[in-house]
């Protein structure tokens, strides 16, 4: 089934990139001349997906700004004969059908997911996880997920090797091959934020995962696990013991822009290139 809802969870509070956070929401840092929200909403749009909401929270209505009009704005540009930003600045409104709801507690990934559930109905969807951009790659990250799920038809996670000393900010995973020739791998089990004897493999998903809509009834009795949060991880493991899982290793580069150092590695990368 053809993916064509995406999640897009950003209603975190960005405490690891403050002061530039208090009064900006952290996904509307730029990178280069572009938000970092938007990079993610045009990798979902070129992966072929038309419906997306935007998790958001109290003061992130800047982020709905973004991707609304602006008609002042726009007849200035106009007026000054400024045709091609123009063309640019109205097309970010006409990007995709962008709905927006808000995580009014801050109970966890897992619970901005749940927010979802009457947006997704009884379709497979895709998360790209709001702290996360990917350049570059043979095809956008998400792209490569949907195809993968289309595969399988079991839900898939975006995977990367992490060094083994980082392993415990992220999540580790247990995996069996496959024999792909796409190096998908087989995932059985996963744990969030491992201390080291619980370490499976430096195998972790990296902010993009494909999900059916079976997710939402694992994530409402799903209890609060690391950080005293509702961990997504928690309930794709439950998916992954009962219907199945794979992990898709995604050709891009990921950035994370919840840290100081991913946000200045993706501006070099995007001013450079």
């Given at each position: 089934m053809k993916i064509r809802k995406a999640v897009i969870p950003a209603a975190g509070l960005g405490t690891r990139v403050l002061p530039a956070s208090k009064a900006m929401p952290k996904e509307m840092l730029p990178i280069v001349d572009k938000p970092a929200i938007q990079y993610i909403v045009e990798e979902a749009v070129a992966s072929g997906i038309t419906d997306i909401l935007i998790i958001t929270s109290r003061g992130k209505t800047t982020v709905e700004d973004h991707f609304d009009r602006a008609p002042e704005l726009e007849a200035k540009l106009l007026a000054s004969?400024?045709?091609?930003?123009?063309?640019?600045?109205?097309?970010?409104?006409?990007l995709a059908n962008i709905s927006y709801i808000r995580q009014k507690e801050t109970k966890g990934l897992g619970h901005a997911v749940l927010?979802?559930?009457?947006?997704?109905?009884?379709?497979?969807?895709a998360v790209?996880?709001?702290?996360?951009?990917?350049i570059g790659g043979e095809e956008p990250a998400v792209k490569e997920l949907c195809e993968a799920y289309e595969k399988y038809n079991l839900s898939v996670a975006g995977i990367k090797k992490v060094e083994i000393d980082q392993i415990s900010k992220y999540c580790s995973l247990k995996v069996e091959d496959m024999n792909d020739?796409?190096?998908?791998?087989?995932?059985?089990?996963?744990?969030?934020?491992p201390m080291p004897h619980q370490v499976m493999s430096n195998y972790s998903i990296l902010g993009r995962?494909?999900?059916?809509?079976?997710?939402?009834?694992i994530l409402e009795k799903t209890a609060p696990g690391a950080n005293g949060e509702i961990q997504l991880t928690d309930a794709m493991k439950v998916l992954a013991q009962t219907?199945?899982?794979v992990g898709?290793?995604?050709?891009?580069?990921?950035?994370?822009?919840?840290n100081k150092f991913g946000i200045l590695q993706a501006i070099v990368r995007v001013a450079l290139e």
């Open positions: 004969g400024k045709q091609r930003t123009y063309d640019e600045i109205v097309g970010i409104s006409k927010c979802a559930k009457a947006f997704v109905g009884d379709e497979p969807f790209l996880y709001g702290d996360d951009v990917v020739e796409q190096g998908i791998l087989k995932v059985t089990d996963m744990v969030e934020k995962v494909v999900l059916p809509p079976q997710i939402f009834p219907e199945g899982m898709r290793q995604f050709s891009g580069d990921r950035y994370d822009m919840g």
